[in-house]
């Protein structure tokens, strides 16, 4: 399942550091790999467009790449 940057970041600011209640704990890991902290705090750290930008495009190319490993 791929999950949006926007679905899986709103969601873990949501659900405050309960991830057992979070809809996309499966996908965290993923998230993780790709930019080395929880959504959570990669949200926190955009202060500009140009950065939302960068990390909707670094996740969808994550996503790519790994769904085209399979």
């Known amino acids: 399942m791929v999950v949006s940057f926007f679905e899986i970041t709103f969601e873990c600011n949501a659900v405050a550091f309960e991830c057992?209640?979070?809809d996309y704990a499966s996908e965290c890991?993923?998230?993780?790999?790709c930019f080395g902290c929880i959504p959570k705090f990669q949200w926190s750290m955009v202060i500009s467009f140009d950065d939302l930008i960068e990390c909707v495009n670094k996740w969808g190319e994550y996503n790519n790449g790994k769904t085209d490993e399979h």
Do not use: P
């Open 29 to 33: 890991e993923k998230f993780i790999d």
């Open 20 to 22: 057992s209640k979070c």
